[in-house]
């Protein structure tokens, strides 16, 4: 299959592969289009999944955890302050070591307030226990095997 895309459309789409059963995220500028596409998968009957709407990125994660301890194959999605927000709970699932699958579409973090690409997002949690994976393009974007290996240590890939 040959598509044209940007990047959060091929993280929705490596998503929708992977068989997540939970989506909790709240909209935050550059990562909503990546949540919108897997609400409209789901609305559309091509994804069997929860799509959780939460009031924070906090929640978001919180919402993974519980998912995830209760055996559901869980993924979640954010950027720059919005990781900043769920900094208690990334220790919290790194210290269960569970696999929860995250997308962090990395954005500058303020100041000066912008939402330009920048990694200083994720780089900032580099030491919170979560394996950070970096594409190159959209293509990397989504895994050829999105199940290999993911179920014991998932990554946290940013964009």
């Not at 990781?83 to 070591?97: I, K, P």
């Not at 330009?116 to 994720?122: F, P, T």
């Not at 290996?149 to 940013?158: S, T």
């Amino acid at each position: 299959m040959h598509a044209i895309g940007e990047g959060n459309y091929a993280a929705a789409l490596g998503v929708k592969l992977a068989s997540a059963q939970v989506i909790a995220a709240y909209p935050i500028t550059p990562q909503t289009p990546l949540v919108e596409k897997l609400s409209e998968f789901i609305e559309a009957g091509e994804m069997t999944a929860q799509y959780v709407s939460v009031e924070s990125e906090h929640s978001a994660l919180t919402a993974c955890i519980g998912a995830s301890s209760a055996g559901a194959r869980a993924f979640t999605a954010t950027s720059a302050n919005g990781l900043l927000y769920m900094d208690e709970q990334l220790h919290w699932a790194a210290g269960a070591r569970l696999p929860i699958v995250m997308c962090v579409v990395n954005r500058a973090v303020g100041a000066p307030w912008n939402i330009w690409n920048d990694h200083q997002d994720s780089i900032s949690k580099r030491d919170t226990g979560w394996i950070q994976m970096y594409a190159c393009d959209h293509q990397h974007r989504r895994p050829r095997h999105p199940h290999r290996g993911f179920d014991e240590h998932p990554p946290r890939c940013c964009q």
